[in-house]
């Protein structure tokens, strides 16, 4: 598109102020069509009093105007400098708020995009919407009943919105919006489902929210599921909302119950990017501390490929896993094993695998009795080490010093926390830097 004639762009600007409905409509469609290049929208959006103009219109203006000025604020929304400016107009959000609203599918899609655009990169903008009385509630409503498209937009901005602490402590409030957020999960397009993961790994960095997300049915599956897509984006927003509500004691009875959930957090162990590891490994570590998890982590704690065994989970767990924690999981192990479930001779089948054909529970009792007390077996201190090697000396050591009729320990749980848990503390804006542009425009 070529370049604009500044004049020009005055005249459309007192256009928009004309009494003449037609003539006001037609200048917002003409500044609408002319930002759909990336070039105009920040000469446009220099006008001084421009966004102003626009905002009048969406109150005051006809259907028609009000419909072509929101066109004109989406595409001028996908300029940065323009978010910021848009973001000082008193009372712009509030007017965009009243469009999600309206009855029209179009004009609610336009109103939601506008609001994903400028609250992508500006924190105050996102602040201030915060403030927008329903506003949370009207983006959830589109969620549940409005389009393919107003669901993809207005999920956008409430993960982006979600970024700001007082909007996750008031977006928990919403009745649904976590129910909603669930459905479009597994319900929504793959655009939809990364954004709501990150709704939610954003939402869950609240403690509040924890809980309550716990108790929405088929979250934690449907989170697991995105695990295994082949979408980074989504992968990424979900282990990371794992992690956060794995911190949750409640959280963890639960998810330590989910179907294939171990198996998709040890697969993410070897992702290629560092920072799914990192959530993966939170996860996993978070998960050990309770006692319906911990012989499942040991699992994966034993399985894991030797060449990931100086990755992400280990550096992870040599940080902040208790002995009596890890000594535990062993012990849910051995228990497991003798028992005459599948799952259990699975179990036993991986002992089997790397202490012989000679264990026995009572030998293992023993070794665990050895571990807990050999000098040295998990140096914190040291997190070079790889963990495997560490804790296969420690047991090829124990085994040398005692004999299975030297000592039986009791196979039961020990009650030992996590020491120094954190929340993972990266706020993800997500996969937001290419938004869809606004209207086509109306020739």
């Excluded at 709501?196 to 449907?222: C, H, I, K, P, Y």
């Excluded at 070079?384 to 030297?406: I, T």
Aim: charge should be neutral.
């Amino acid at each position: 598109m070529p370049g604009i004639d500044r004049k020009e762009l005055m005249s459309l600007q007192q256009k928009l102020r004309s009494r003449d409905e037609t003539e006001a409509a037609n200048a917002a469609r003409a500044l609408a069509n002319l930002s759909l290049d990336a070039g105009n929208r920040a000469v446009i959006g220099g006008l001084r009093g421009l966004f102003e103009s626009l905002q009048t219109l969406l109150n005051q203006g006809s259907s028609e105007a009000k419909a072509q000025a929101l066109r004109a604020l989406v595409n001028l929304s996908l300029n940065a400098g323009n978010q910021e400016d848009m973001g000082r107009v008193d009372g712009l959000f509030e007017s965009l708020k009243t469009f999600l609203d309206q009855k029209s599918p179009e004009v609610q899609a336009d109103a939601a995009r506008a609001l994903a655009n400028l609250s992508l990169w500006y924190a105050d903008n996102r602040a201030v919407m915060g403030q927008v009385t329903g506003l949370f509630k009207s983006l959830q409503t589109l969620l549940d009943q409005g389009s393919p498209e107003a669901k993809e937009y207005a999920v956008c901005a409430l993960a982006n919105l979600s970024l700001d602490a007082d909007n996750r402590v008031a977006m928990g409030r919403v009745p649904g919006l976590f129910e909603s957020l669930q459905t479009l999960l597994h319900q929504g397009s793959p655009l939809a489902q990364a954004d709501a993961a990150r709704a939610l790994a954003n939402l869950s960095l609240d403690a509040g929210n924890q809980a309550a997300m716990g108790q929405v049915t088929g979250l934690f599956e449907s989170l697991q599921t995105l695990l295994d897509q082949e979408s980074p984006a989504a992968q990424e927003n979900a282990v990371y909302a794992l992690a956060n509500l794995s911190l949750d004691a409640g959280n963890q009875e639960l998810l330590g119950r989910v179907p294939g959930l171990f198996k998709s957090l040890q697969t993410l162990l070897g992702h290629e990017s560092p920072k799914v590891q990192e959530y993966a490994a939170g996860a996993l570590t978070y998960l050990l501390d309770h006692e319906t998890c911990t012989a499942q982590v040991v699992r994966v704690f034993l399985t894991v490929p030797a060449p990931n065994k100086d990755d992400a989970f280990f550096k992870f767990m040599l940080q902040q896993v208790s002995k009596d924690a890890l000594v535990r999981g062993f012990q849910g192990m051995c228990i497991e094993a003798f028992s005459e479930t599948e799952k259990g001779k699975e179990t036993k089948k991986l002992l089997v695998e790397h202490w012989g054909e000679g264990v026995t529970q009572n030998k293992m009792g023993s070794l665990f009795g050895a571990l807990m007390t050999a000098p040295g077996w998990f140096k914190r201190s040291d997190p070079r080490r790889g963990r495997w090697g560490q804790c296969r000396a420690a047991l090829v050591s124990a085994q040398a010093q005692m004999s299975q009729e030297q000592t039986r320990v009791r196979c039961s749980f020990f009650s030992a926390a996590i020491p120094g848990k954190k929340e993972l503390e990266l706020q993800r804006r997500g996969p937001a830097d290419e938004q869809k542009e606004g209207a086509n425009g109306i020739k």
